[in-house]
């Protein structure tokens, strides 16, 4: 009689971990031309004990035809004894594929490429797991050791030759190549990236300032203290751009390929960035079962993350209902372009705000839970 719960509760996970991907992956779409160079940015401070650095990275929005920066972040290890190994672009077959990134006890292959802060091309070195503790490393990361005290100074002697470039083969990418034990790790079990982190790079892709043709390799927003965080005073912006920057009208990497996304011919009437309307963005990704060892806690945590879920959810098809409206006005009074125009700018302000406010309640759901969830027994791995 178990046996049907059993399955329901399969089912959810493998919902949520295809969800997850889904927002986050950009596995499988061919990109005729590099990203642009990495900026220079500074490493905001870590925020509190148990978060791991992600660094940011150019993500491609196939709908723009346009590279989108999605700030380095702090967030929170999905598990005790978990790393991050970023993601990367690779040339192959003629163009580039992004390599998800992933969590899992050792770090992996990420295309050789110096991210900082310490991903300097191979392994990392911003800090280790002791038992139940992340221990951080202050010679390359952003600590107050005043609220932290789990900390070493280790100073890291990097041999990669320091560069700004984002992507590995191609034309001017990095040359490395995984080693037998990188290998063996990317068969190893793996976490996809996190709600948060999904949610993180929507609000990325929903702000025009962080496309590469806005911004000319300098991105406004850099690095966040926490996923989705792009407003807040903790942020930082880029110092400058790692390299002069390429668009794809000028890139040297040949002409794409058919099913390669390319950038839409100038128009004299400004194009709507994408994700203007709540409908242009994958679903959220429903939150995973809690595990903390206690079933009543368990129990009471899936009804609060639900519980945001279908609010957040409401929160979209009322927004979404309100815009329509706002359509039907526009084509019943017959209005010019222009007027047009600003009525979808206005529709993509709401937007991006809602999504800023969902992936900030979430942020306050899993701040609320944690506390309770780490006083309780360590979940074997």
Known sequence: MRIIPFIRSLLLVLVVIFMSAAAFSQVGISISFG??????????????????????????????????????????APEIGVLWTP????????????????????????????????????????GRWDHDRFFYNRAVNNVNV????????????????????????????????????????AHEKHIPPVAVQAQHVRAARANPELRASVNQGKPPV?????????????????????????????????????????????????????AVHPKEFSPHARPASPNTGNPKLDQKYQQQQEKLYAKQEQDHQKLQQKQERDHQRVARQNVDEARKQQVEQKHQQQTQKLEQKHVQQQQHLQEKQQPASRNQPKRPQ
């Open 146 to 185: 005043t609220v932290i005290h789990n900390v070493y100074n280790t100073t890291v002697i990097n041999n990669t030759t320091v560069n700004r470039v984002s992507y590995n083969g191609g034309n001017g990418g990095i040359s490395a190549r995984p080693s037998p034990q990188q290998e063996a790790v």
């Open 222 to 274: 850099a690095a966040t203290p926490k996923p989705g965080a792009l407003n807040d005073r903790a942020a930082v912006s880029a110092k400058e751009a790692g390299g002069p920057y390429h668009p794809a009208a000028t890139s040297a990497a040949g002409q794409p390929r058919a099913n390669t996304p390319v950038s839409r011919p100038e128009s004299n009437v400004p194009r709507p960035s994408t």
């Open 35 to 76: 990203p642009p160079a990495l900026p220079v940015y500074e490493q905001p401070l870590c925020p509190q004990e148990g978060y791991l650095w992600t660094p940011g990275y150019w993500a491609y929005d196939h709908d723009d035809g346009d590279y989108y920066w999605v700030p380095g972040t702090w967030v929170e």
């Open 87 to 126: 993601g990367y672009w690779g040339w192959r077959d003629e163009g580039f594929f992004f390599n998800e990134g992933y969590w899992s006890p050792r770090v992996g292959f990420y295309g050789g490429i110096n991210y900082g802060f310490g991903y300097f091309g191979e392994g990392y070195e911003g």
